[in-house]
């Protein structure tokens, strides 16, 4: 099993539709992150959480919330899903780094489509 | 605001070829830097992660070495193979984020 897991694996909806995408870890970390990747753009941090207590908002935060339910779960929401929130979506682990981020692992990435 | 530049954006090469893979970065003041391959319709795999202390790091037939003063890192594969044909992302380390390139896209050939 894959350390990193993110459910659904793909996704199609409609505009203003309300969609979460799940992400459960075993590797033991504590910091978890969301992503989400665009053609050209590279990969850029939506929201990140260090524990259970702690969510921080990333670059593109606007349009998504997050919840962190537990040390092993992490969870994304659209409340109200636009076309341009169309994108390939990763949820990342790290463990503690003494000083700046450390080593990442990711999911094999969300695929949500917004018509 | 930092900026990653990888270049060329796509990479072809024959099999068995030794080849570098340039990043580059707009701020030095990174505590890392990271590589990660990307095959198609799959996550990031980590390759090497060069903290700012350190020169290089070395992987099996993989070499990144880092130069914070000059704002470069690279990534050299030796004899090269079909299997290593991927997208290879740099990402610069500071505060607690990573900042992320666009990727080198390389395809080995037969």
Redesign the interface.
Known sequence: DAD?TQTPRNRITKTGKRIMLECSQTKGHDRMYWYRQDP??????IY?S?DVKDI?K?EISDGYSVSRQAQAKFSLSLESAIPNQTALY?C?TSDF?A???G???????SRLTVL | KQEVTQIPAALSVPEGENLVLNCSFTDSAIYNLQWFRQDPGKGLTSLLLIQSSQREQTSGRLNASLDKSSGRSTLYIAASQPGDSATYLCASGGGNKLTFGTGTQLKVEL
């Open positions: 990193v050209g753009l590279g990969l850029r941090l990140y260090f921080n990333g990763f990342a780094a000083v700046g981020p080593e990442l692992f990711f999911g094999e990435g």
